[in-house]
């Protein structure tokens, strides 16, 4: 970064440094229930198309690419923070999801992943008492 002590700063200049478009990384959730895995992830301005979804062994890869749309790229921006490019995520699927029933869908610029468990598959969780030794 190099620095101009003198230069005149605009209003927005401060929070452009702060601000990468090169590390878009989506925000995810993960909720869980009794028959499903569900991983929800931002992804405003893709659409089905620009996205893909691979599972690898327990691997789950989320892989998105976007470009800024032509009709914009002529427009002198003050400030831009909504993310252009690629991204990618990854998250490690439970071993009792059916990795061949899982469904992705895009609505409203969200990604919902939907895996579900296999009939009678236990989330691996239990609850163990704790007792005293005696």
Known sequence: MQLAPFKKLSPF???????????????????????QVEIRVNVP???PEDITVDVEGRLLTIRGTTEQREEEKDK??????????????CFTLPDY??????????????????????EGAS????KIEVRSKR
Not at 98 to 107: A, G, L, P, R, Y
């Open 45 to 47: 301005e893709y659409r």
């Open 97 to 118: 999801v059916d990795i061949d029933k899982i469904d992705c869908t895009v609505e409203n610029g969200t990604l919902s992943i939907i895996a579900p468990k296999r």
């Open 13 to 35: 200049s401060l929070w452009d440094e702060f601000v990468s478009q090169e590390n878009f990384v989506p925000s995810a959730d993960i909720i869980e229930d009794r028959n």
């Open 123 to 126: 989330n691996g969780r239990k």
């Open 76 to 89: 002198h921006y003050i400030r831009r923070e909504r993310s252009y490019g690629e991204f990618e995520r």
